[in-house]
């Protein structure tokens, strides 16, 4: 259980050219999110859902890590499990900026790994097409193979996760998320210091709520996050 909570969504990765969900830009206008990463999305949509994340995965080969990612990094290596690093990216740049892949929490899935459909065998493909690893079959039991992510309507076995780490948390800081899907407010409410870093209010987040708000990009905003973390810990031994 960790004592400082990072939560991190899309807007951590905006930096790096990755689009947000909720912002306009690059493969969300092309596809309908409602067709691509729901829950039946397979079943209705097999080929178009597994285009969308074929672009998605080959697209990350030539994303670099932003600033934000490297502080997270450094600071996740100089305190261990003080820290625990949560995100709802299915990127890979925490691992592209130098964090072991078992230090991130990965909520909604990871775009470098496929899964079985039925025996759940989880495997690395890194930026290759689905089809292109064992023709889009699974080495164990020969099922098919789909995103690991967790897709609009499905269970995210990760939760459980992020309510151990968050049960002993006593600075929670989110970052580069709408809080639309995961609700920070009443995280915030409880926890004894908390910090929301946005370029924007947004609907779902009441921050008030919060003891620092810094509405400003995730680079401009890390290095004061950073000193807090360090004097937070520093006190708290
Ligand atoms: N620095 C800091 N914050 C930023 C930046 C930036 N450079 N750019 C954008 N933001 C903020 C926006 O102000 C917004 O609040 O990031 C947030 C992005 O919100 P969303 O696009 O809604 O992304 P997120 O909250 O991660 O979405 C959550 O929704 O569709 C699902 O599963 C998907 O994990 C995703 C989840
Ligand atoms: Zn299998």
Redesign the pocket.
């Known amino acids: 259980m960790a004592k400082v909570v990072i939560l991190s969504?899309?807007?951590?990765s905006?930096?790096s050219g990755i689009s947000?969900?909720?912002?306009s830009g690059g493969l969300w206008d092309e596809y309908d999110?409602n067709v691509v990463?729901n829950y039946d999305s397979l079943e209705k949509n097999e080929d178009l859902t597994i285009e969308f994340y074929d672009k998605r995965r080959s697209e990350l080969e030539f994303k670099e890590a932003n600033y934000a990612h490297k502080v997270i990094s450094a600071l996740k290596k100089e305190y261990g499990n003080k820290i625990a690093v949560i995100t709802?990216?299915v990127d890979n740049l925490f691992e592209k900026a130098g964090m072991p892949s078992e230090d991130v929490i990965h909520l909604?899935g990871f775009m470098p790994e496929v899964r079985c459909t039925s025996c759940e065998s989880v495997f690395d493909i890194g930026y290759k097409k689905l089809c292109d690893f064992n023709n889009g079959f699974c080495k164990e039991c020969s099922s098919k193979l789909r995103p690991n992510i967790?897709f609009f309507g499905e269970s995210a076995p990760m939760y459980e996760n992020l309510s151990h780490e968050l049960s002993d948390c006593t600075l929670f800081i989110v970052?580069?998320?709408?809080?639309?899907?995961i609700g920070v407010n009443s995280i915030a409410q409880f926890a004894e210091q908390s910090i929301l870093?946005?370029?924007?209010p947004?609907d779902a987040i009441k921050d008030s709520l919060f003891s620092k708000v810094l509405y400003t990009?995730?680079t401009q905003a890390i290095d004061e996050i950073a000193r807090d973390i360090h004097g937070y810990l520093i006190e708290e031994d």
């Not at 870093?197 to 924007?200: I, K, R, S, V």
């Open positions: 969504g899309a807007g951590l905006a930096e947000t969900f909720r912002d999110v990463c709802q990216n909604h967790v970052i580069g998320t709408s809080g639309e899907v870093n946005n370029l924007e947004s990009q995730a």
